[in-house]
């Protein structure tokens, strides 16, 4: 099964799925095989790897750790091109609709692909819109495009129907890496009601009642990332997840 029918399954049974980021430069041997143990415990339906900026992290020795410690699927976010490894599962294949950047429309995608097919992953067509929160994220700045305004539902709507009509599978909707302001709800549910195709939400989510409460607007599946880089909050995993997963309660 493709991964990308593996999360759809996952929704069909569970409501929504849960994604829990991974970012290479923060992961570490000492930590790896609890963390990954909490996550396969709570239920999380598969790993995200990657981050707009990749510093001192090995990409691939992150993968073999986490292949090493858990059987979820991993599937790489890449923030570049060389953010790419045949150790994943899967490669979210992001185009960045919401900016106006050519190099994030299609220019890095030209030089990624021959890559992607080499290694043989699977690559899910997936767009990718900034929403803004109340300070300027990592993802913006690098990315030099600007994110569609918080109040702001119907652009929101517009940019990622058009990525459905272009045949993204996903539509992901982010506010940014430790964000202030999650994205607001009135616009997942807005995207949510357009769009055939399942909505991610991600980016500032510190609580498994915001998480909630975007699964109640539409959103099919959750990502987080900088929540659970603390460890003292691993044992509030299985609260998200069963937040998420509200049909199987
Ligand atoms: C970022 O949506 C993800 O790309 C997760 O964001 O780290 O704020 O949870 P957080």
Redesign the pocket.
Known sequence: MTVYNYLIDKIEQQGAAYLV?IDPDKFSEENAEVFLRHCSEAKVDALLVGGSLLINGNLDNCLELIKKHSTLPCVLFPGSVNQLSAKADAVLFISLISGRNAEHLIGKHVIASPIIRQMKIEPVATGYMLIESSKRTTAEYISGSQPIPREKPEIAVATALAGEYLGMKLIYL?A????KEHVPFEMITAVSKACAVPVIA????KTPETAAKMVEAGAKII?????FEQSENWKLLKEFSSAIHYKSK
């Open positions: 980021l982010e940014g890496s430790g964000a991600g980016g500032g989510i990502v987080t990332g900088n929540y």
